[in-house]
């Protein structure tokens, strides 16, 4: 029972960092490069380009990298402070993307990032 409670406690921080790690990705993407540059924040033309960012950044488990995308104090979007969590947590959102991803544009200001086999909105 120990066991399925911990699958399903990873589950959820793993949908909760994913849909944390997109939002601010695709946030930091919409609202343009002026804030972000301002904040030391990496910016990017394309939401394709951030999004291959983010998975560069995930696949090699580079904090670093993330932070650069997020900005400065963004650790907590990426991290629980548990490397081994963190790790895993990371490599099952990238077998979900690398399972199906797309990009949808909802409005002129907004991008959604779909993945896995069931289309999980992020």
């Not at 394309?46 to 950044?57: G, I, N, Q, T, V």
């Not at 488990?61 to 402070?81: C, N, Q, R, W, Y």
């Not at 099952?92 to 999980?120: M, P």
Request: with cysteine; proline share 3%; charged share 25%.
């Amino acid at each position: 029972m120990a066991a399925i409670r911990n699958i399903v406690k990873q589950d959820s921080l793993l949908k909760g960092c994913a849909m944390l790690l997109v939002s601010g990705l695709f946030i930091a993407v919409t609202f343009g490069t002026s804030l972000a540059v301002s904040q030391g924040q990496m910016t990017f033309a394309f939401p394709e380009e951030a999004a291959k960012a983010l998975m560069d950044a995930l696949r090699s488990d580079d904090t670093k990298a993330l932070s650069a995308i997020f900005g400065p104090g963004s650790e907590d979007v990426f991290s629980s402070g548990d490397p081994v969590a963190d790790k895993t947590g990371h490599q099952k959102f990238v077998n979900l993307y690398e399972q199906k991803n797309r990009l949808e544009e909802t409005d002129a200001y907004k991008v959604v990032l779909y993945v896995g086999k069931e289309d999980w909105p992020l």
